[in-house]
């Protein structure tokens, strides 16, 4: 059997391990449920049931885990090369404002074939070059990834509103929001596609990005493991003298990395302008892209692990959604809790409980001796 | 008295009201950034205070207890905090993401269920809160040409925490600069081996950093909820905390240069609001959201080298081990 350096087998490592993060964070929101008077089992009970029991419920738990999926990857990218990047959200909505700006333009002109590779291209642009700014400053002036990138978000943030509220917002419109966009200009709906082919599903939000979602899945792990720049970026990201001395330069692999990185990140854009709304509004990220956090790190920057671990964020968040329809004493933030814990036990306190794991296997292994 | 002088003090009382949390913050970041933790948990902790000091103000009517229970509350963060960094040797971006996120949700969701007012807490009397101080003489001085109305406008009538912020700027430069504590401080920041080798505890020098870190925040936090405002409402940091960030490091992780760059990020807040729908000759009118942005932009531009070098504590976010790696 395979073991990892620290004497633990390896399925522990990647199954057991990140598990019991799992385990530990979902307890510590049961006390928090407990601690406002409801019965957490109760709670987790109505949250399967509101992700998983039925065809609408699982639309809108893949509809999210679509927008966790491409929020994971871009983490996880960027991680590979050594960087955080927490400008995610920044860089989603950045992607939209690209899709929209097209949508806008040309919805009445062109059709769906044309709109959707434009749209696709114009996402991943946008959310690239709102990365790139911090990525040049990290390559070539050393400037931290993770503040310029917290900043970013930021001066993404007052500039939608600045556009929105001056530029897109449609005339007579008292809500800073675009226009909706003509027919053509919007993806096809999973439930549509499935009635075509006489499939009955209720109304979803879950739309064709899914797809996209997917094939950028095979993708980044293609490119990651599979492709000499992939593998500069993993250099890179081990170690930078390394790179050096393989003739590796790591400011452009740097500069590479965050860009795939911010235009994964526009795809969320994707997947809520043209997929979902048709229209540009405020705030239509909703913090998809801080969730791509925990997403990555449960996921161990594996795009395997991300699907799944997308699919767990996803079905919590529309569990949660449930949850709070049926028990009004707990709010849809409690999703955020949740998220919130993930990402403190399964990123920063992510080994705290190898020392155990590694004295029990210890013990297994004498006493198998 | 000329109308633009009054408009001045008007902006600057404000500046001060403004930068208030962001000076609290930008102190708290300070000691922790300083000792080598990188905080990016100061929204998270404030927030968190925010709400606890108006809960406890709301059923206790008192001001001080809520001020303590606070202070209790964010040092409970910063602890987390400091547990994952110090102890368990986590990645402190990843922590600190994790106290924003945990405390944004946690602060809605127990106070909707534990007050029923989607996310607010009840409005408080001026009992339960920091309420204005008026300092001796400021009505006499108010005749003194210039000067009177400076001191009645812009120094007299703050609340308390106000003027234990700017307190605080004098006080952590002379810690942090002066003492034995604050060259340990800062020597565990630079060169935890050194800090180590001399037999000086790296861990407990880090805790007792991320607990001062912990109690200013809390400080901050109460000042947005029971002295600027009268109740908790979801939200309320709304980015300060990042702000303060910013200015810390617009600052170079020093106490004077940091109280400077908060002032300006004040100022620019406090200007941002009066400026609203009012056209300049040639330039028309300045969006809003274009100074708002300043301070980010701004933090940018210094990062990347453009206003003089701004150099982290040379051994800040990597986790301490006493093995040679």
């Known amino acids: ?369 | 008295m000329s109308e633009l002088y009054v408009i001045l003090l008007l902006t600057l009382d404000a500046t001060l009201r403004v930068a208030t949390p962001l000076i609290l913050c930008a102190m708290a970041g300070l000691f922790s950034e300083r000792s080598g933790i990188i905080d990016i948990g100061l929204e998270g902790k404030m927030l968190a205070a925010a709400f606890v000091a108006a809960a406890v103000a709301a059923v206790t009517q008192s001001a001080w207890i809520a001020l303590g229970a606070a202070i209790l509350a964010s040092c409970t963060l910063a602890l987390i905090h400091g547990f994952a960094c110090i102890s368990q040797r986590g990645d402190q971006v990843v922590s600190g993401v994790a106290i924003n996120i945990l405390a944004s949700g946690l602060t809605i969701v127990l106070g909707v269920a534990w007050f029923q007012r989607g996310g607010q807490t009840p409005p408080l009397p001026p009992e339960a809160r920091f309420m204005p101080i008026e300092l001796p003489g400021a009505k006499a001085a108010v005749g003194i040409p210039a000067l009177g109305p400076f001191y009645e406008e812009v120094v007299s009538g703050h609340n308390l925490l106000v003027y234990l912020a700017l307190a605080l700027v004098p006080l952590t430069h002379w810690i942090v600069g002066r003492t034995r504590f604050g060259l340990r401080l800062r020597a565990v920041g630079e060169n935890p081996q050194a800090v180590d080798t001399a037999g000086i505890s790296v861990a407990l020098l880090r805790y007792r950093a991320v607990l001062i870190c912990g109690a200013l925040s809390g400080i901050a936090g109460t000042y947005l909820s029971i002295a600027q405002n009268a109740a908790f409402s979801r939200e309320m940091s709304a980015g300060q905390g990042y702000i303060a960030l910013a200015a810390m490091i617009f600052g170079k992780w020093r106490p004077w240069p940091a109280f400077g760059a908060c002032l300006l990020f004040g100022a620019l807040d406090a200007v941002a609001i009066r400026i609203q729908g009012v056209k300049f000759e040639g330039l028309g009118e300045i969006p809003v959201q274009f100074i708002q942005a300043l301070p980010y932009a701004l933090t940018v531009i210094l990062l990347a080298g453009f206003i003089g070098k701004a150099i982290a504590p040379k051994a800040i976010g990597v986790p301490y081990s006493k093995d040679r790696k």
Not at chain 1, 127 to 147: D, E, N
Not at chain 1, 337 to 348: K, N
């Open chain 1, 1 to 369: 059997m395979t073991t990892s350096a620290n004497g633990l087998p390896r399925w522990a490592d990647i199954g057991l391990l990140p598990l019991i993060n799992v385990t530990l964070a979902l307890g510590a929101a049961g006390l928090i449920v407990a601690a406002i008077g409801e019965n957490p089992l109760n709670a987790i009970r109505i949250m399967v049931a509101g992700a998983l029991g039925g065809p609408e419920g699982i639309g809108y738990t893949l509809y999210y885990a679509t927008n966790f999926v491409f929020a994971g990857l871009a983490v996880a990218v960027a991680f590979h090369a050594g960087l955080f990047n927490i400008g995610g959200e920044g860089q989603a909505y950045i992607g939209g404002l690209g899709v929209g700006l097209a949508m806008l333009a040309l919805d009445r002109h062109l059709p769906f074939a044309a709109l959707f590779p434009l749209g696709l291209v114009l996402s991943m642009a946008f959310g690239a070059a709102w990365a790139f700014v911090p990525a040049y400053l990290q390559a070539h002036r050393g400037s931290h990834v993770v503040i310029t990138t917290i900043m970013f978000n930021f001066l993404a943030a007052a500039l939608m509103v600045y556009l929105l509220v001056n530029v897109f917002i449609a005339p007579g419109s008292m809500t800073p929001e675009s226009r909706k966009f003509a027919d053509a200009a919007a993806l096809p709906m999973v439930h549509d596609l499935l009635a075509a082919i006489g499939i009955t599903m209720p109304f979803t939000p879950l739309n064709l990005s899914l797809g996209v979602a997917l094939l950028a899945c095979v993708a980044v792990w293609g490119f990651l493991w599979h492709t000499p720049w992939g593998y500069e970026i993993r250099v890179v990201g081990q170690s930078e003298k390394a790179a050096v001395y393989a003739g590796i330069r790591p400011k452009r692999v740097i500069v590479a990395a965050m860009c795939l990185s911010g235009a994964l990140a526009g795809l969320i854009g994707l997947n809520e302008i043209m997929g979902v709304h048709h229209r540009l509004f405020l705030n239509f990220v909703a913090g998809a892209g801080f969730t791509g956090i925990a997403v990555s790190l449960m996921g161990r920057n594996h795009p395997f692990g991300i699907v799944l671990a997308a699919l767990l964020f996803g079905a919590i968040q529309q569990g949660g959604a449930e949850l709070s329809f049926d028990v009004p004493n707990i709010t849809r933030e409690m999703v955020v809790v949740i998220q919130g814990l993930m990402i403190l036990f399964s990123g920063a306190l992510a080994y705290m409980a190898r020392p155990l794991l590694e004295g029990l296997f210890a013990l297994r292994g004498e006493a198998r001796a």
